[in-house]
């Protein structure tokens, strides 16, 4: 046992055997704990009275009220969708069979239901449409049978073998119970490819609860997780007569039938999988760069953008136009976005700054009220018509969102909120009115009513005017939500604190970073008077921490049974902030010392993690959960399943899933009770994070990873850990939060990306939401969109703010409906597809094999331009063509291949690329593309050319620079931003006036090798620099991690992995993967 300093009390908590029973305070649901896992560990638990000496009451020392985050207001108030396969030529060997996922325990006992899943084979083509529509989360997939599909006679068996019946609530949208843990395989006759309009999904998470007991039953699910309440009236009016429903489920709907029928593929031609075997190097594209005495960042090997002569025949634009079907209207900046490139021909590609997402073609109306790229993008600006006309153009179809992130918008007091009758479309400015009584939604095209209410404009104070409501004039909003959309209470912002203080976790130095940050950002902790915070530490024991009002210190209570772990007291663990404030101070400052001597190696981490659940069901709340190794006792015990040996092979990668369902099952079970959980692994060692990860991945949590954190000898990662944390305590949060993606008829989503539990088909229950998660979603096209020119899609979170006010977050976004190939192509917006891919890569490395991963992604890219080939034109110049919007697409997926997470032949921890993988599915898209393709600038030598001037600064504007070593000279200084992490590199004979006057070193020789940040001197050069880093962070809200790398050190290893555009010895050149596609592609 620990000992504590004497202003600290300690208490050995024993359960006695035969006491009185202890109850255990229910959850606002209803759910007693009784986790599958544990048998009888609750109700034994409950049968336990345990004694806690009393403590002496002590002064009550009161505590300044907290800070109160504010809103602005308006004036007046698997997956992959599923992998195509394409028949192999005859003669050519077929593609092994693709690796089963790893077992999990139990899974036949708690999803007795959801293992009806048969492995079967994907259909060819791209736009395979079953007659049902399933669900896919992360991989995992929802076997919902639709309440539009009550005449099908189980629709679902095609796909799974023993899909249950639905018997209960025909009318409503119902899942079965279980997690199936069973993939969706290829045929080991089939080479995978991508296919963006199936419905069919693998390794599904239940979206009902079922036999599990974390979830509610069938009845409670419908009442206690959706987003929104309304009535049957147009609108959801505030004391209005009518009854308030008690099942939001059954007025959520708005989808639509499946009617249509699943067209033919034509399966491209058989790829052999994506290898090491280079071709020779053309001999006119020679990577050695040309002499140049100027090396400024102009003149650094980069050519103006321009197109340059081709020496074959190329058609012109209007041959190209005509034999894509023709431009229809389309502005100047989409026909150049269709210019044909030769990239064999064209080397230098990369715009010189970061291009913004392509202008949907709308009428300047509609753009300015449209939402915001940042918050709501789509792969395509220009919808197809048809589900056929996109698999034409062979690129997938889907939507990335940012929802919660930080931004000004008008929020909406009112008694009425405004929404469709039929599908639940809150008004917006893509609705029509047809009179000041009634508007016709964007969505379904109901005609509804105007509420009386809604006739008052409160910003213009005027009447007859609901065109001019700030609803209809922005895309973006926020309402203040009745109490016809809560289920309960608003609850209060209650966070706990679960801290690892083994031997191992000591010796790292975390505990007085944490402890230390906390003290100074306590006070700014997003919540109001009924903020309530708790502790719990661990190691082979659990720890609770008594912070009761009253006491003279704090008192450990330490229950040393962790096979039948329990709380000791349930009315002083989570105290109240404002009352207890002094309390936390004396247990922050006092944590670091009680366990510096420890010499317990082992870590409960799970029992530590069961603690936590127990404590926070009654109210729910965020779990902060701070871990060092691998659990090595107790429930949720892991053992190493890494061989380093293995970490550089070309093979297959092992491990990529849970070594067990521990960790998912407890992250479902908070799910239900609003419990969201947030892991920090700081460990040098392996600590199995594909098994520990599932904790925050299932209950919409966050995932932060410090390999080899220690807060001395890697002062780069303890900076990183501080200024992290500092956003993480202080940034604005939302509570028992749900969010629905609805879109026009005729689209369908069927599968989700990012860190979430499904509760129905398309509601996605976040126990948390912060400012920093983005989502994604793949859709198709079920019905044809001839009769209508815009599509729109509506995102609404639901959520409590940290004030205890229920709010309504909406976003529209409005895309034009083309129907010609070449407007397709137009609007293609190459970033969020590589981020899309990205997604959907990383669900089929784990539910398959990373090489059907790789592969995949390759041919991605193979039948968007064999398409763009074959419907571009009839003159077929030789090399490589590309329509300029499409130009970076094979060099953004060279640059995913090389990734940590996807990559094989180098050397990588299977922790790092597990977390790597979780940055994909969770990060929002600019994040994420700082990942893919890192920003690469010559810093030795700003100038005030084309600098910005922003608040009386000058802020330089170097180009950016193609990823290869051949932009890279001795003679200057480079800044690489990978997005968590920067690189200075600084060449040998860099100059020296930079290197005095920014790193204030008197020459190269004298720059530390461990310089992890650059000092702020009194010169010109310093304040440049500086001022161009700090505008590269403002556009992010987590601190990247900052290295000095000379070009003498062993350091500089990992500044040239990240340049993508250099062969190495496992991965092809950009040139060189070039030459493969164009190998691939049909002659």
Sequence with gaps: MPQGPECLSTILVQPFQQAAPYTMPTGYCGQPYNHPSQGQTCAQSQQMQHSVVPASSGNNLGAPLHPIVSYPSAPGSSQYGTLRSSQIAAGQPPVPTLMQPPPTQSSSQQYPQGNGATPTPAHQGYGAAPLSQTATVNGQSNAVQQHYDQNLQNPMSHYYARAPPISEAPDRERAPSGTPDTSV??????????????????????????????????????????????????????????????????????????????????????????????????????????????????????????????????????????????????????????????????????????????????SNDLRKVNCSPDTFCCTLTNIPQTQALLNKARLPLGLLLHPFRDLTLPVITSNTIVRCRSCRTYINPFVSFLDQRRWKCNLCYRVNDVPDEFMYNPVTRSYGEPHKRPEVQNSTVEFIASSDYMLRPPQPAVYLFVLDVSHNAMESGYLTVFCQSLLDNLEKMPGDTRTRIGFVTFDSTVHFYNLQEGLSQPQMLVVSDIDDIFIPTHDSLLVNLKESKELVKDLLNALPGMFTHTRETRSALGPALQAAYKLMSPTGGRVSVFQTQLPTVGTGVLQSREDPNLRSSTKNVQHLGPATDFYKKLALDCSGQQIGVDLFLLSSQYSDLASLAGVSKYSAGSIFYYPSFHHIHNPSQRQKFQKDLQRYLTRKIGFEAVMRIRCTKGLSIHTFHGNFFVRSTDLLSLANVNPDSGFAVQMSIEESLADTSLACFQAALLYTSSKGKRRIRVHTLCLPVVSQLSDVFAGADIQAISCLLANMAIDRSISSSLSDARDALVNAVVDCLTAYRANGSNIQPSGLIAPSALRLFPLYVLALLKQKALRTGTSTRLDERVFAMCEFKSQPLHQIMRIVHPDLYRIDNLTEQGALHLNDSVIPQPPLLQLTAEKLTREGAFLMDCGSVMYLWVGKCCNEMFVRDVLGCPNYASIPSSMTEIPELQTTYSERTRAFISWLLESRTFHPAFYVVKDDTSAKTSFFQHLVEDRTESAFSYYEFLLHIQQQMPK
């Design 185 to 362: 395989h290829s045929s080991p006759r089939h080479h995978p490819r991508l296919l963006y309009g199936d419905h069919r999904v693998n390794n599904a998470v239940s979206s009902a609860a079922g036999d599990h007991s974390s979830s509610s039953s069938d009845h409670e699910e419908e009442d206690e997780e959706d987003e929104e309440a309304g009535g049957e009236s147009s609108s959801t009016t505030t004391g209005s007569a009518s009854p308030v429903p008690n099942s939001y489920e059954s007025l959520e709907g708005g989808s639509y039938p499946d009617l249509s029928a699943p067209p033919t593929g034509v399966p491209p031609k058989q790829a052999p999988p994506f290898g090491y075997n280079y071709p020779t190097m053309h001999p006119a594209y020679q990577q050695n760069p040309t002499p140049r005495t100027d090396s400024s960042p102009s003149h650094g090997g980069y050519n103006p953008p321009g197109y340059q002569q081709y020496s074959q025949p190329f058609p012109s634009l209007s041959e190209l136009s005509s034999a894509l079907g023709g431009l229809s209207s389309v502005p100047d900046l989409e026909v150049e976005t269709l210019r044909p490139v030769n990239l064999l021909q064209e080397r230098n590609i990369l715009p010189p700054k970061r291009t913004p997402p392509p202008e949907p073609n709308l």
